[in-house]
C-alpha cells in the first residue's frame, strides 16, 4: 500500500514563490538586457553601472530563490528565517511594482525597438512588467504571510 501525501504542504508554498521569483527575475533580466542594448538602460549605455545592475540582477536571481526552495541552517540562524526573508523581499517586490506603475500611468512615455520588429512604448513595456511583478509577489506574500498549518489526515 502507498502511503497518502498529506494535503496540505507547508514547503510547497516557499517553491511556488522561489520558482515564481525566477520567472520574474528573468524578465527583469531580458528587459533590462534589451534595453542596455539599445542604450536606455541604467545608464544610457552599456557602461560599467549598467553592466554592473545586470550582474546584481542575476545574482538575486540565483540567491532569492535558493534561501527561499529550502531551510538554510546558516541562513537562518545568523541572518533571517525563511518567512522573514520572505516578507522582506516581498517588500522590495511592491516597491518595484509602485515604481514601475508610475511608469504605466505617466502621460507620455518613449519607445524603444521591439525583439520581433517595429517598436514597443515604455508603458507597454511596464504594463507588462507590471503584471508578472505583481503575479510574483502574490506567491512570495503567500509564503511570507500563511500560517504553518499541520497536515490534514
Known sequence: MIPERPRFDPGDRYRDAARA?????IVLELGGLWLELHGVGARGSMVARGIGFLVMGLVFLVGIPYVLLHRRVWFERWILSRRDFARVVAAFMAYRAYRVLGVVLAPETASVAAPWGGEITYR????????VTIVALLFVAIAAWTADQKAID
Not at 507597454?124 to 503584471?131: E, K, M, P, W, Y
Request: charged share 0%; hydrophobic share 70%; proline share 0%.
Open 21 to 25: 521569483y525566477v520567472v520574474y527575475g
Open 124 to 131: 507597454v513595456g511596464a504594463a507588462v512588467f507590471f503584471l
